[in-house]
């Protein structure tokens, strides 16, 4: 049962590949798999998922990791390199498998007559990949820091058709003064890794004229060559369909987890009858064995209808997956399982028919009916699936699907595919449905069905709009999703655009037709009038930044510390730390249920269950200790077991410990926990529970926000007043590509060591050693770097390192926990939703004179740091000169997970809800929004009224200037005028325009440096951030090498000589936390400081030096000479913030245009441009990644992420299959950022600004031209009050549909056939 990632990972010194999500759906597991042919002497190479790939089935592959392909050793790849120096890598989780995905598609697109390129030799130095390609390759692979603009850069470089300097900001050239060159790349030759060993092949070769073993079994698996093998395995006495499970390739696992261990294995991709690949005139045979991506390739070299087959087949999955996953195992997993299946359907509309094998005979049956039958039992093989050949003569298919990303590995909310036989009509020239076959599938339906009623109704009939309207009614009878599907009317209203595009195709054109299913669905061919359609249009980008050389090497561009380690996959994570002897290993058991006694916990009887070594409660806390598993104490805490009620569903209940990580997982799934809610409250799971219940968290008064001017005087100033808006914005997942991970080691003496994935490690040391009853110094608390944090590694990293903890502490054993996706997902808790109600008051100029806001947070069961959240959420509304500003706020105590700080907590929030308001004025007055948001931009007094210190001197207020610059431009107001136009002449498209401008307001914190240089005269440096991927040990690296640079006549070379190293809680205390956009540069001002302390130190010594030999004195010598005089060569420093510049607010705006899909609720961004205030930026390569990943973070937020709960606030969007973050096909189509540096202000750190959470609220554009195109659209289809609507976050699709309208064809149709008859229905 071990997969190809857990061999990789714990069987051998590799550990590029990770472990994201272990289902498929996000690539950092991705690897390269070559085969080899003896008989042709040719090998394979393809990329698949090592989370889902088993390793018994890979007899006689070779695999290539990220480590294989370069490494520090034996020098990087340049696919390493360039996602170095473009600047790709920042965390580097995702990094080695998007480094595989790349190379594969370079190995793939490099193979003779595999690209559109053809065999033409690409130029010297590129590949014959396309820049077309270069987008998809990685389409499947997610990234949660960078945005991805920068990987797909890095990517395109490799093309032979890019244009080198359409590319963005990298360490080859200097943009805008250099030449882009392809010699100044790291240099690319295809082939110059060795993708299948010799040895292999001769053992390959060797073993050629062998009898085949057959079917072997000895390690669990078989492999039957042949179906007669495979039935006598199933006559056998051993098969037994509970234990041994069947596989192709096992990505079924993906969708459908074990849920428990398996004994045997059977193997069928080898048997010969499952692989024919047969073309002759009747059509095309395909065995069931045959992958997705061998399928797309031999469909697309065929007629019109195999051709949209492949196209189809394309957005299926991402090519890590088709790469191996099979056509077979789709469809009977459709069959059996009820799978909402791509293939299934457009196979069906194409008149299929499949061959398979019962127990007993050989069947051929059509795929209508092989779909209808019972699901098949586990005997029963499907051989292959024939697909007729239709030619092209009067036929017409049209296949769609609607998913929440067009390529990136999402399944379809519905799918449809269409085959119509049509003639002509002498008399009229109009064309006749002859025969027409409507398959639908994915909408909450057992199996792709057709709809025969429609299809009988329109045989025979000419396409008009009565015809289609019926059609549509009688549709509408048909698509019924089961009970339970999420969003049923919107899946019902998508199968009814599909129907209304496809006949609208085939009618005359009075009907307008929407060939318009194109973002997120495939049936409009790619192009609308000859243009491009916008979802295919290429990402382009522009970067425009500010260098300064004041500070040198501060303020330069350079590549992140680490990045090319990251990229080959040698950079060490918490769970790549080889385990200690005797490690075991631990999973979380959590409670379904929000408020209930846990009356006991026990195993089903199972495989996995034999695996439980021990099970860890709170009853495990050693005497002296406490229940507790998170918070400062100030605030408050959080227990770490639900004992001996469970306060919440996602909590935990006890700790399963098992010899690996699998089986610990394993054994948790099989526990069931017995509960009893006698004598206890019904839980508060809602704002407008809490509120009913008086259920509050206080919020400290030196928290609290404070109220500005008098409400009822400004209200009194008003012309209009809104009394009663309303907006909600729902919380937010982290999406880490690194879960939650700690590893605990039990040392001498009571004490322990535990490598966590932190952001907190000074708290972490603090919370386990009042868990374990230990003073602190028993607590050693180690973090190198972190996969991703964005709040989430804070107060929810400590859960995972006390329960390591208290079980090591124990079991006196190292313990170790890496949580699996959906544990994470369901215990992390997330960002705080909120309602806002809200009166404002305003004059018919659109100048505000008050605002009074409710606010109710969900905080969830803990206070965690929601205390901070109120006083966040009100500094970012303040963006706006409100008049008088007064609110009450309520932080809701939940019966839910703790809600976290997520980046920028509370603030995004507070940004959006002024947004909304703003919005809602401007509705009410009928004037432009960007207008009113002009008119109310804080003037520098009012700024001070509204934010007091943090407003900082007058020169430092740089909004009105972005804001003006971005919105009051010539170019604007063109784009502006273009977007109507464009409104004007397009009734199913719509676009919309929004310019949004943030302030956000940052503290400084003390934080400790301390730098220390080693007899060689190289630099060791800590500091009390932890490194998140935010750059924060580049910039400390700079910082050093600045400190120092007087003392080194080779300044530059200072830079190389520095090492910062790990956080290490009993190395450098007072560490605090990383967060709040400010700990590099307070970790940046620490180092300074311990500089300036060795400066003074070296100083003197340096100067006797020169005085003697004349000459500038050597690093080296410098230091030699030093320690023979018994120099302090360390020096630590504990900055604090000047009481008088504690805060400073940072500004920023965004242009973001949109194009919505009337008919799908899809949204494609069309551009965003942002412009950021990042002071003097001390590395604006750094700080262009922090803007451009928080911004697409953000995106996630205000339209797709959907972190849904079940009634009891289970979070039941709990992986990658439903929630879903951007990937790089949902970025802006052209994404331009500028960083701007206002006025210098020697109060900041070197005059430099934050730049890691703010630029996120600027996402809140690309939901206001959503709602500006929405308005578009409802205008035109006369929906209620088209201008003035609620509109929430996050608006996903099917809230953008249902915001148009989810009857919009109808209502089209109806006023185009008001006049017309109805046919009458045929029965
Ligand atoms: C991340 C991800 C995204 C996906 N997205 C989509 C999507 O958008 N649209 C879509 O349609 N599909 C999607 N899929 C599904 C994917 O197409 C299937 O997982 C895959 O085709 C199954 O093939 P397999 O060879 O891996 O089957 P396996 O996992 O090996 O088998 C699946 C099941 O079928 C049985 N089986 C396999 N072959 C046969 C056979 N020949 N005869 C009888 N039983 C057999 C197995 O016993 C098992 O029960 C996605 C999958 C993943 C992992
Ligand atoms: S870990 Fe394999 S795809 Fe996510
Ligand atoms: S760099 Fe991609 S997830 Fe962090």
């Known amino acids: 049962s071990t997969t190809l990632l857990e061999f990789l990972r714990t069987r051998t010194p590799v550990r590029g590949p990770k472990l994201g999500c272990g289902e498929g759906g996000c690539g950092a597991c991705v690897v390269l798999i070559s085969k080899y042919d003896p008989a042709t002497d040719e090998v394979t190479e393809f990329s698949a998922s090592s989370c889902l790939t088993l390793v018994g089935s890979l007899n006689h592959c070779s695999v290539t990791t990220s480590e294989g392909i370069g490494n520090t050793r034996d020098g990087y790849h340049p696919v390493q390199q360039r996602l170095a120096g473009f600047h790709a890598s920042q965390c580097g989780f995702c990094t080695p498998g998007m480094c595989m995905s790349i190379f594969s598609s370079l190995v793939k697109a490099d193979k003779p007559g595999t690209t559109t390129a053809g065999d033409h030799a690409p130029p010297p130095g590129f590949s014959k990949l396309t820049c077309a390609e270069a987008e998809h390759a990685v389409s499947g692979n997610l990234c949660r820091c960078t945005g991805y603009r920068p990987i797909l850069d890095a990517c395109k470089s490799f093309a032979a058709d890019v244009d080198l300097e359409d590319l963005g900001l990298n360490s080859f050239w200097k943009k805008g003064t250099d030449r882009a060159d392809v010699g100044k790349l790291p240099e690319y030759s295809s082939g110059s890794v060795c993708t299948f060993p010799e040895f292999l092949k001769s053992e390959i070769k060797g073993q050629m004229n062998d009898v085949p073993a057959a079917i072997a079994g000895e390690d669990g698996w078989y492999h039957p060559r042949s179906i007669q093998e495979l039935h006598s395995l199933f006559d056998s006495n051993w098969f037994d369909e509970n234990s041994v499970k069947i596989v192709a390739s096992n990505t079924g696992a993906g969708v459908y987890k074990d849920q428990d261990l398996y004994d045997k294995y059977i193997d069928i991709k080898g048997i010969a009858e499952l692989s024919v690949i047969d073309r002759n005139s009747k059509g095309l045979e395909i065995g069931a064995a045959v992958s997705i991506s061998k399928a797309i390739e031999v469909f697309s070299d065929g007629t019109p209808v195999f051709r949209k087959i492949a196209s189809h087949l394309s957005k299926v999955a991402s090519p890590f997956v088709r790469n191996t996953a099979t056509v077979g195992g789709n469809v009977i997993m459709a069959q059996r399982l009820q799978f909402p299946s791509d293939i299934a359907t457009v196979l069906l509309a194409a008149g299929s028919t499949v061959t398979i094998q019962t127990a007993s005979k050989m069947l051929c049956l059509t795929l209508d009916e092989f779909l209808e039958q019972p699901p098949c039992d586990a005997k029963t093989i499907l051989l292959s699936i024939f697909v007729p050949d239709w030619g092209s003569d009067n036929v017409i298919f049209e296949t769609s699907r609607v998913a929440p990303r067009p390529f990136g590995n999402a399944v379809s909310y519905v799918n449809s595919a269409f085959l119509a036989r049509t003639s002509g009509d002498g008399a009229s020239g109009e064309l006749i449905i002859e025969d027409i076959c409507l398959a639908f599938g994915a909408y909450g339906v057992d199996h792709t069905t057709r709809a025969r009623k429609v299809e009988e109704f329109l045989k025979g009939q000419s396409v008009s709009a009565p015809v289609i309207l019926e059609a549509v009614r009688l549709l509408k009878d048909t698509i019924m999703p089961s009970e339970g599907t999420t969003h049923p009317e919107y899946r019902v209203s998508l199968a009814v655009s599909f129907l209304f595009s496809f006949l609208s195709s085939l009618g005359n054109n009075q009907i307008e037709p929407a060939k318009a299913i194109a973002p997120n669905g495939s049936c409009a061919n790619g192009s609308m009038n000859g243009q491009v359609a916008s979802e295919d249009l290429q990402i382009r980008s522009r970067q425009e930044l500010v260098f300064n050389d004041e500070y040198k090497p501060v303020g330069k561009p350079i590549t992140k510390s680490g990045a090319e380690l990251q990229a080959s996959g040698e950079a060490v994570y918490v769970d790549d730390i080889p385990a200690p002897k005797d490690c075991i290993y631990g999973a979380f058991i959590y409670s379904t249920h929000p408020h209930a006694h846990i009356k006991g916990v026990n195993f089903r009887p199972s495989l996995a269950s034999e695996k439980v070594i021990g099970v860890i409660t709170a009853k495990d806390i050693p005497a002296g200790g406490k229940n507790v598993g998170a918070g400062i104490n100030m605030l408050g805490t959080e227990a770490l077991f639900g004992d001996p009620v469970s306060e919440f569903a996602g909590q935990n209940i006890g700790i399963v410990i098992a010899e690996t990580q699998k089986y610990a997982c394993m054994a948790a799934k099989q526990a069931v926990i017995e509960y009893s809610t006698e004598n206890l409250q019904p839980p508060i799971l809602t704002i407008e529970d809490a509120i009913r219940h008086n259920s509050y968290f206080q ?57 966590s994935s932190t952001q907190l490690p000074e708290i972490i040391q603090n919370v386990v050693a009042d868990c374990l009853g230990i003073p602190y110094h028993n607590v050693r608390v180690i973090t190198r770097r972190v996969g991703g944090g964005f709040g989430g590694k804070g107060m929810k990293s400590t859960h995972i390192a006390c329960a390591c903890a208290v079980a090591a502490f124990k079991l006196r054993r190292p313990v170790r926990m890496y949580l699996d996706r959906k544990t994470d997902m369901i215990m992390a808790g997330g960002r705080h939703p909120m309602k806002a109600k809200y009166s404002v008051g305003f004059k018919s100029d659109g100048t505000l004179t008050a605002l009074h806001v409710d606010l109710g947070i969900n905080a969830g069961i803990s206070p965690d740091l929601s205390p901070f959240i109120p006083a966040a959420t009100i500094a970012c509304l303040n963006k706006y000169n409100w008049g008088a500003l007064a609110f009450d706020i309520k932080l809701c105590k939940t019966n839910v997970s703790s809600k976290s700080a997520v980046r920028a907590p509370g603030d995004v929030q507070g940004s959006f809800i002024a947004e909304a308001i703003i919005e809602h004025v401007a509705s009410a007055l009928g004037a432009d929004t960007n207008a009113v948001r002009r008119k109310n931009l804080h003037s520098v007094e009012s700024l001070t009224k509204f934010y007091g210190d943090a407003a900082g001197d007058a020169p430092t207020y740089s909004l009105i200037d972005i804001f003006d610059k971005l919105a009051s431009s010539p170019e604007y107001r063109s784009r502006a005028e273009a977007v109507e136009r464009f409104n004007g002449g397009s009734r199913w498209k719509k676009r919309g325009i929004s310019c949004v401008p943030i302030t956000y307001e940052v503290a400084l914190r003390p934080t400790p440096g301390k730098v220390s240089i080693l007899n060689d005269g190289s630099i060791a440096v800590e500091v009390g951030g932890v490194e998140l991927g935010q750059g924060l040990y580049t910039k400390v690296k700079q910082m050093t090498a600045f400190g120092l640079r007087e003392l080194c006549p080779d300044a530059d070379g200072l830079l190389d000589k520095v090492r910062v190293i790990q956080a290490d809680t009993l190395s450098l205390i007072q560490g605090s936390f990383t967060g709040g956009s400010t700990t590099s540069e307070s970790s940046c001002e620490a180092v300074r400081q311990s500089c300036t302390v060795l400066f003074e130190r070296l100083k003197p010594i340096k100067d006797s030096l020169e005085a003697k030999s004349g000459a500038a004195a050597p690093w080296s010598a410098l230091i030699a000479q030093a320690k023979m005089a018994s120099v302090n060569l360390s020096a630590h420093a504990y900055w604090k913030p000047d009481p008088a510049f504690v805060k400073y607010i940072n500004y920023g705006a965004a242009v973001s245009e949109v194009e919505i899909d009337v008919l799908t609720g899809a949204t494609t961004i069309m551009r965003s441009d942002l412009v950021y205030d990042c002071g003097q930026s001390l590395n604006p390569a750094v700080d262009l990644g922090q803007v451009e990943g928080a911004f697409v973070q953000g995106v996630g937020f205000f339209t797709n992420e959907d972190y849904a709960t079940n009634a009891d606030g289970l979070v039941v969007n709990d992986g990658t299959w439903t929630y879903k973050i951007p990937t790089v096909d949902t970025i802006p189509k052209q994404f331009n950022v500028e960083l701007i540096s206002s006025a210098r202000d020697k109060k900041r750190v070197l005059s430099s600004k934050a730049s890691g959470e703010p630029p996120l609220l600027l996402a809140a554009s690309v939901h206001c031209a959503m709602r500006e195109a929405i308005r578009a659209a409802r205008t035109d289809f006369s929906v209620n009050s088209p201008l003035t ?39």
């Open 699 to 755: 919020i400290p008064p030196y928290f609290a926000p404070r109220p500005v001017g008098d409400f009822e005087q400004g209200m009194s100033q008003a012309d209009h007043k809104i009394l009663s808006g309303e907006v909600k914005l729902e919380s937010q997942y982290y999406f880490y590509m690194e879960t939650q991970t700690a590893l605990a080691i039990p040392d001498e003496d009571n004490c322990i060591t535990v490598y």
């Open 1285 to 1323: 609507f609620q509109m929430d976050v996050p608006a996903t699709m099917a809230d953008v549909k249902e915001l148009c309208g989810l009857d919009v064809v109808e209502r089209h149709l109806q006023s185009l056939s008001s006049a017309a008859e109805v046919p009458t229905p045929v029965a």
